[in-house]
């Protein structure tokens, strides 16, 4: 690791939980948040880019369901402003020369999903939450991969762009979760353990 990509590697680590991952998760169907950066800068540039725009399509699409059932206006916000992004970066790898197909959300993000959609109230709010950085998280990785990998430039300048934007998002869930009700709390009290 040289050192310009030291950097990234403690950021995605106090950010990303680490296991160890194989190549073979790196190239399955779905990227994983513990897979890093590392391991999945040597998958296929065009297949790289193509599990950007599937992790950006499960955000947006938990997004939509987040600004249509959120209660608390901060979490309806970033609901909002997630969609807005995640349509600007189909818009930017579009520029890039892809035109992937519309993503499969099934397996694991489709039951994410189908939870999100019978969920309500504080608990809705919780597991949007939850999915949302868990998703930040695997686009960290994602485009960090992207911008240490041999990918095209305007696959890595897009990337670039994204990376900073996703761990503002982080800290912005973060910050949110700390908003959000916790089971057997009274709204106006402070979170317990305080």
């Known amino acids: 690791m040289n050192r310009r990509t030291v950097p990234f590697a403690l950021a995605g680590a106090a950010l990303l939980p680490v296991l160890a ?14 897979v890093t950066p590392e391991n999945l800068a040597i998958v296929p540039p065009e297949r790289l880019a193509r ?36 349509e600007g970066v189909v818009q930017a790898m579009k520029l890039a020369g892809h035109d992937f197909p519309k993503a499969s959300l099934g397996n694991d ?24 950085e868990r998703g930040h998280q695997e686009l960290l990785s994602l485009t960090s991969a ?11 300048i897009a990337a670039t762009l ?21 089971p057997g709390q009274q709204p106006d009290s402070p979170p317990s353990g305080r």
Do not use: C, W
């Open 21 to 34: 991952p194989s190549l073979a998760q790196a190239q399955g169907n779905s990227p994983r948040a513990d």
């Open 51 to 86: 599990m950007l725009y599937e992790t950006g399509a499960f955000s947006h699409a938990t997004a939509e369901i987040g600004a249509e059932k959120a209660t608390n206006p901060d979490v309806k916000r970033f609901a909002q402003f997630e969609i807005q992004e995640q």
């Open 109 to 132: 993000r489709g039951k994410a999903i189908e939870s999100l959609r019978a969920a309500s109230g504080p608990d809705f709010e919780r597991l949007f939450l939850e999915v949302q």
């Open 146 to 156: 992207v911008m240490e990998s041999r990918s095209p430039a305007p696959d890595k």
């Open 162 to 182: 994204s990376n900073n934007s996703i761990k503002e998002h982080l800290i912005l869930i973060g910050m949110l979760r700390g908003q959000v009700v916790r």
